[in-house]
């Protein structure tokens, strides 16, 4: 089909044509590309001086300066800190923090997401009398700071018989993601067209078989998402973990604090950074791995329902 | 004629589904916060006890020189905190939002401390403040030898070495809600402005910024929620020093309830931090939630 | 006269698309131009290309008889009004109207003044204090084309600026904004994929797909002499009949039927070949009036539409289907036998392969 036109021999006429001229070097693009990446140098300098610091002996420690890359690289302090590092008596490294933290998380994440994501499809779908008063208590009770309950829960944990155990810890995260999570699954849930709700009750699907045939499938990437933020909250705790549980059965983040923050013996600095990065790594590994959706998780999470 | 199934039992799965909200709601939420006012009003030392001493335990809180270091510090680190957090958040978003190439690379970048934990940003921040090893060791090495610059040290400067700390962990992610806040304006607006002849900074100031009042009102909440909370990270940093100069009131509480044997001042003392958070909610659900019935 | 707006050459690629290419139009002064088309076939980005929103990769655009080519929008003398209307919402009416002046460093006293026209002609004077958001979808578009009005320009720019209404609102701003250009008399480009507010408001149409003008013409123009099938079939509802068929010396022989073609005017001359023969459902006559045509056919009902005014009928006629446009008091059952015929002086032939008008 050929361009029809009024004018069909366009004139030429001299003066500005095309694109506007512009420079790649452009101040404005100095600007913007100048200011982000100094910023972005700032942000990535604590997490490159980390692994710096980590792969240096002492003595070159003592020596140079902590920018400096490593002259001669050694794993030492890694092993030193995963497997000898002292907290207290026992010198068994960061390995068993790691292993309480994975034993509490893995639980603690389950638990949360199965019981906020029913409540908040409850919530959703099969309002009652009463859900949304209860619901506006829970997510006020988010901003309550911590401390106003940390001693009332020990009371009821100590009465249960849980207080310092593993599991006490468990229930103790799982309330503390609910609001969070519930808001998060209904609304949600709330999205999903009313009419594929109706379609399911009139097809004879009750509460549960919606649930685990209709919306459970269709969710999953709201599953996912909540999984980030449980995964990264949990494994970051350590209030709790300082309050709720015994020495033995201390999360990695407080063992790590312990271990860099002992005042007794001589401080290495590299054992210390090399423990800091083993506590940090899983939370690293599931933000660069999940990307879009973690910003997705702390927006969904930012966003009031 | 069949009997109407009692109201209790209908729906009845979707309360059983719900016992652990209410539970929690109820019990923790509001029964545990209930209490510790409650107890507030007791003498309670290493176990709670019901021997009411009125507002003794406040009046020892307010006479406390720690808990009004406690204070100050956290007024000092939460203004800062919100004032920084939001202008540089705001600034990176605006950067973002031009049409830049590797966004995913910046934003990536800028968010990364935020997966990561209090402690560990602490412990981080200690080891780069470091006056022997960290960055006053390395200025001081290529030839400044009166450089001074260790905040961790100096009673007067260590909130701010805190305060370093929590931004780095926290701006990435005031950043993520700013550039979506942006991204939501309709573009038709900017494209409006640009007819107009509205410069640039012109149109976010005037135009672009009141139309994210919503997006700043929640970030804002966020900060501070955040910002009462604060423990762990100067647990980490300093654990509260040197001397009592970063003490802040969430590990007073802490220190009272499970260290000193004192419940009743922690009972006190988180009380008084329920307060504050009451004082700053209550106008802000007044301006979310009255403002939309007015209108 | 020096058109008000020429543009000359114009490319627009994103990378490795190109949406607009090699373009030319002159729009004259105080005309109304409608660019119509479906959604993706680049109306508005040849509207942001002339509103200088969007960079052009190459060619020229000159309006008033200036360069304006690289011009920033708020130098090229054009207000635009956007289907999202875009005002600012935290400002009132008055403000939204003012801020662009007060930024150009208008004097108080002018804005005053071009505030108080604007407000005048377009009604809203009562509204000056009010924020946007407690305005009607109407009333926001009337002050979306206050803003544009108050710059005091030769050029609106209309981006779909109905869309976003119900249909009874629709009809009625449409009018308005036609009476608005009597008043004004100045040069209006209004972008829609509405045919009918395009053929009720335009003095010429553009019909644009995939980048390219397919048809500048006046509204008559574009109805009675499609240029090609696809303008054809675009405008105008129910869509144009068309016969598959071959011309030759004896007129137009389709599969079963043959007629003649005497009376058609042929574009550039007679030729033969493969072609579809097109016509109009309103040129379709039947029953008595049938047989006053040359063409005359029989065919079944099929399906009835009744709209009230007209009568919408489908025909079987042989293996193909025709819709009719009959008188709304007509009402033919499903079977019923229909005699139609039509002249082909007002029909429209294409060729087969390029579609274009013979």
């Given at each position: 089909?050929?361009?029809?036109?009024?004018?069909?021999?366009?004139?030429?006429?001299?003066?500005?044509?095309?694109?506007?001229?512009?420079?790649?070097?452009?101040?404005?693009?100095?600007m913007?590309?100048?200011?982000?990446?100094?910023?972005?140098?700032?942000?990535?300098?604590p997490?490159?001086?980390?692994?710096?610091?980590?792969?240096?002996?002492?003595?070159?420690?003592r020596?140079?300066?902590?920018?400096?890359?490593?002259?001669?690289?050694?794993?030492?302090?890694?092993?030193?800190?995963?497997?000898?590092?002292?907290?207290?008596?026992?010198?068994?490294?960061?390995?068993?923090?790691?292993?309480?933290?994975?034993?509490?998380?893995?639980?603690?994440?389950?638990?949360?997401?199965?019981?906020?994501?029913?409540?908040?499809?409850?919530l959703?779908?099969?309002?009652?009398?009463?859900?949304?008063?209860?619901?506006?208590?829970?997510?006020i009770?988010?901003?309550?700071?911590y401390?106003?309950?940390?001693?009332?829960?020990?009371?009821?944990?100590?009465?249960?018989?849980?207080?310092?155990?593993?599991t006490g810890?468990i229930?103790?995260?799982?309330?503390?993601?609910?609001p969070?999570?519930?808001?998060?699954?209904r609304?949600?849930?709330?999205?999903?067209?009313?009419?594929?709700?109706?379609?399911?009750?009139?097809?004879?699907?009750?509460?549960?078989?919606i649930?685990?045939?209709?919306?459970?499938p269709?969710?999953?990437?709201?599953?996912?998402?909540?999984?980030?933020l449980?995964?990264?909250g949990?494994?970051?705790?350590?209030?709790?973990?300082?309050?709720?549980?015994?020495?033995?059965?201390?999360?990695?983040?407080?063992?790590?604090?312990?271990?860099?923050?002992?005042?007794?013996g001589?401080?290495?600095?590299?054992?210390?950074m090399a423990?800091?990065?083993?506590?940090?790594?899983?939370?690293?590994?599931i933000?660069?791995?999940?990307?879009?959706?973690?910003?997705?998780?702390?927006?969904?999470?930012?966003?009031?329902? | 004629?069949?009997?109407?199934?009692?109201?209790?039992?209908?729906?009845?799965n979707?309360?059983?589904?719900s016992?652990?909200?209410?539970l929690?709601?109820?019990?923790?939420?509001?029964?545990?916060?209930?209490?510790?006012?409650?107890?507030?009003?007791?003498?309670?030392?290493?176990?709670p006890?019901?021997?009411?001493?009125?507002?003794?335990?406040?009046?020892?809180?307010?006479?406390?020189?720690?808990?009004?270091?406690?204070?100050?510090?956290?007024?000092?680190?939460?203004?800062?905190?919100?004032?920084?957090?939001?202008?540089?958040?705001?600034?990176?978003?605006?950067?973002?939002d031009?049409?830049?190439?590797?966004?995913?690379?910046?934003?990536?970048?800028?968010?990364?401390?935020?997966?990561?934990?209090?402690?560990?940003?602490?412990?981080?921040?200690?080891?780069?403040?470091?006056?022997?090893?960290?960055?006053?060791?390395?200025?001081?090495?290529i030839?400044?030898?009166?450089?001074?610059?260790?905040?961790l040290?100096?009673?007067?400067?260590?909130?701010?070495?805190?305060?370093?700390?929590?931004?780095?962990?926290?701006?990435?992610?005031?950043?993520?809600?700013?550039l979506?806040?942006?991204?939501?304006?309709?573009?038709?607006?900017?494209?409006?402005?640009?007819?107009?002849?509205?410069?640039?900074?012109?149109?976010?100031?005037?135009?672009?910024?009141?139309?994210?009042?919503?997006?700043?009102?929640t970030?804002?909440?966020?900060?501070t929620?955040?910002?009462?909370k604060?423990?762990?990270?100067v647990?980490?940093?300093?654990?509260?020093?040197?001397?009592?100069?970063?003490e802040?009131?969430?590990?007073?509480?802490?220190?009272?309830m499970?260290?000193?044997?004192?419940?009743?001042?922690?009972?006190?003392?988180?009380?008084?931090?329920?307060?504050?958070?009451?004082?700053?909610?209550?106008?802000?659900?007044?301006?979310?939630?009255?403002?939309?019935?007015?209108? | 006269?020096?058109?008000?707006?020429?543009?000359?050459?114009?490319?627009?690629?994103?990378?490795?698309?190109?949406?607009?290419k090699?373009l030319?139009?002159?729009?004259?002064?105080?005309?109304?131009?409608?660019?119509?088309?479906?959604?993706?076939?680049?109306?508005?980005?040849?509207?942001?290309?002339?509103?200088?929103?969007?960079?052009?990769?190459?060619?020229?655009?000159?309006?008033?008889?200036?360069?304006?080519?690289?011009?920033?929008?708020?130098?090229?003398?054009?207000?635009?009004v956007?289907?999202?209307?875009?005002?600012?919402?935290?400002?009132?009416?008055?403000?939204?109207?003012?801020?662009?002046?007060?930024?150009?460093?208008v004097?108080?006293?002018?804005?005053?003044?071009?505030?108080?026209?604007?407000?005048?002609?377009?009604q809203?004077?009562?509204?000056?204090?009010?924020?946007?958001?407690?305005?009607?979808?109407?009333?926001?578009?009337?002050?979306?084309?206050?803003?544009?009005?108050?710059?005091?320009?030769?050029?609106?720019?209309?981006?779909?600026?109905?869309?976003?209404?119900?249909?009874?609102?629709?009809?009625d701003?449409?009018?308005?904004?036609?009476?608005?250009?009597?008043?004004?008399?100045?040069?209006?480009?209004?972008?829609?994929?509405?045919?009918?507010?395009?053929?009720?408001?335009?003095?010429?149409?553009?019909?644009?797909?995939?980048?390219?003008?397919?048809?500048?013409?006046?509204?008559?123009?574009i109805?009675?002499?499609?240029?090609?099938?696809?303008?054809?079939?675009f405008?105008?509802?129910?869509?144009?009949?068309?016969?598959?068929?071959?011309?030759?010396?004896?007129?137009?022989t389709?599969?079963?039927?043959n007629?003649?073609?005497?009376?058609?005017?042929f574009?550039?001359?007679?030729?033969?070949?493969?072609?579809?023969?097109?016509?109009?459902?309103?040129?379709?006559?039947?029953?008595?009036?049938?047989?006053?045509?040359?063409?005359?056919?029989?065919?079944?009902?099929d399906?009835?539409?009744?709209?009230?005014?007209?009568?919408?009928?489908?025909?079987?006629?042989?293996?193909?289907?025709?819709?009719?446009?009959?008188?709304?008091?007509?009402?033919?059952?499903?079977?019923?036998?229909?005699?139609?015929?039509?002249?082909?002086?007002?029909?429209?032939?294409?060729?087969?392969?390029?579609?274009?008008?013979?």
């Open positions: 089909m050929a361009d029809v036109t009024t004018n069909p021999a366009p004139r030429i006429i001299d003066g500005p044509r095309g694109r506007k001229p512009t420079r790649a070097l452009s101040g404005r693009n100095i913007i590309y100048g200011t982000l990446i100094v910023v972005a140098l700032y942000y990535l300098l997490l490159y001086v980390m692994v710096v610091t980590s792969l240096k002996g002492m003595p070159e420690i020596m140079g300066n902590i920018f400096a890359p490593p002259v001669e690289i050694t794993f030492q302090p890694w092993v030193k800190a995963w497997a000898e590092a002292c907290t207290g008596l026992n010198c068994d490294g960061l390995s068993r923090g790691f292993w309480n933290s994975v034993q509490i998380t893995v639980p603690s994440v389950f638990l949360s997401i199965a019981i906020a994501s029913l409540n908040g499809y409850a959703a779908n099969w309002r009652f009398k009463g859900a949304n008063i209860f619901f506006t208590i829970l997510i009770g988010a901003f309550i700071p401390q106003v309950m940390l001693y009332p829960i020990v009371i009821l944990l100590r009465e249960a018989g849980l207080y310092g155990s593993l810890l229930i103790v995260h799982t309330i503390f993601g609910m969070i999570l519930t808001l998060l699954f609304n949600y849930f709330s999205s999903v067209p009313e009419e594929l709700f109706k379609a399911a009750r009139v097809d004879g699907a009750g509460f549960w078989g649930y685990f045939r209709i919306m459970l269709m969710s999953l990437p709201i599953f996912v998402v909540a999984m980030i449980q995964v990264t949990i494994w970051n705790d350590f209030l709790f973990g300082v309050v709720y549980t015994r020495p033995e059965n201390y999360p990695m983040t407080v063992q790590l604090n312990n271990i860099v923050n002992s005042v007794q001589v401080k290495e600095y590299n054992v210390n423990a800091t990065l083993l506590t940090g790594l899983v939370p690293l590994i933000y660069f791995i999940s990307g879009k959706l973690f910003v997705r998780g702390i927006a969904a999470g930012a966003v009031k329902g | 004629m069949s009997t109407r199934p009692s109201r209790l039992f209908h729906n009845m979707a309360k059983i589904a016992v652990p909200m209410v929690t709601a109820m019990v923790v939420f509001l029964g545990g916060s209930i209490w510790t006012v409650v107890y507030s009003f007791t003498d309670s030392k290493l176990l006890r019901e021997k009411w001493v009125g507002l003794d335990q406040y009046e020892r809180l307010w006479g406390t020189n720690r808990w009004l270091v406690s204070i100050e510090n956290l007024a000092i680190y939460g203004v800062l905190s919100l004032i920084f957090s939001l202008v540089i958040g705001f600034v990176l978003a605006a950067l973002m031009q049409k830049i190439r590797f966004e995913d690379v910046f934003r990536t970048i800028f968010l990364y401390p935020f997966a990561l934990s209090f402690i560990v940003t602490g412990l981080v921040w200690q080891w780069l403040l470091n006056p022997d090893f960290g960055v006053q060791n390395v200025i001081r090495g030839g400044f030898e009166s450089f001074t610059f260790d905040p040290y100096d009673a007067d400067l260590a909130i701010y070495g805190i305060l370093f700390a929590g931004l780095w962990q926290g701006t990435g992610l005031v950043m993520c809600l700013m979506a806040g942006l991204r939501g304006i309709d573009e038709d607006i900017w494209k409006a402005a640009r007819v107009d002849g509205i410069p640039a900074w012109k149109t976010y100031l005037f135009i672009v910024i009141p139309m994210m009042r919503p997006v700043f009102i970030t804002l909440v966020i900060i929620a955040g910002i009462v604060l423990y762990d990270l647990v980490a940093q300093t654990g509260g020093g040197p001397g009592i100069a970063t802040v009131p969430a590990k007073y509480v802490y220190d009272m499970f260290q000193a044997q004192n419940l009743g001042q922690g009972f006190a003392a988180s009380t008084m931090m329920l307060v504050s958070v009451i004082i700053i909610l209550i106008p802000w659900a007044y301006l979310e939630f009255g403002g939309k019935r007015r209108g | 006269m020096e058109p008000s707006i020429s543009i000359r050459n114009l490319d627009l690629s994103f990378g490795a698309v190109s949406v607009l090699d030319n139009l002159d729009i004259g002064q105080g005309e109304f131009l409608v660019l119509l088309g479906s959604s993706g076939c680049g109306k508005s980005t040849l509207l942001n290309c002339i509103a200088g929103l969007l960079d052009i990769t190459d060619g020229q655009i000159f309006i008033g008889g200036r360069n304006v080519t690289w011009e920033e929008p708020s130098k090229r003398g054009i207000g635009m956007f289907q999202s209307y875009a005002l600012y919402p935290q400002m009132t009416v008055e403000g939204n109207l003012t801020f662009g002046l007060k930024n150009a460093g004097p108080k006293t002018e804005i005053a003044q071009r505030v108080a026209r604007a407000a005048k002609i377009l809203i004077e009562p509204l000056l204090n009010r924020k946007p958001a407690a305005l009607s979808g109407g009333q926001r578009q009337r002050v979306a084309i206050g803003r544009a009005l108050v710059r005091d320009v030769d050029v609106f720019l209309f981006d779909e600026p109905l869309s976003n209404l119900d249909a009874k609102l629709r009809a701003l449409r009018v308005e904004i036609k009476q608005l250009h009597q008043t004004l008399d100045n040069t209006m480009i209004y972008v829609t994929h509405d045919q009918i507010e395009a053929m009720t408001l335009a003095d010429r149409i553009a019909i644009m797909r995939g980048g390219l003008i397919l048809q500048l013409g006046t509204p008559d123009e109805y009675t002499r499609p240029a090609n099938k696809y303008v054809a079939e405008i105008g509802s129910p869509s144009m009949n068309f016969f598959d068929g071959h011309l030759d010396e004896s007129g137009f389709a599969k079963d039927i007629f003649t073609v005497d009376g058609y005017d574009a550039n001359g007679r030729k033969h070949g493969p072609a579809w023969f097109g016509i109009r459902p309103e040129h379709i006559l039947t029953g008595a009036e049938a047989e006053t045509r040359p063409v005359r056919l029989s065919g079944t009902a399906l009835v539409e009744p709209l009230g005014s007209d009568t919408l009928v489908r025909l079987r006629v042989g293996d193909r289907l025709i819709w009719v446009r009959m008188d709304g008091r007509s009402k033919p059952a499903i079977g019923d036998q229909i005699q139609i015929g039509f002249n082909p002086a007002r029909a429209s032939i294409f060729d087969k392969d390029s579609e274009e008008r013979l």
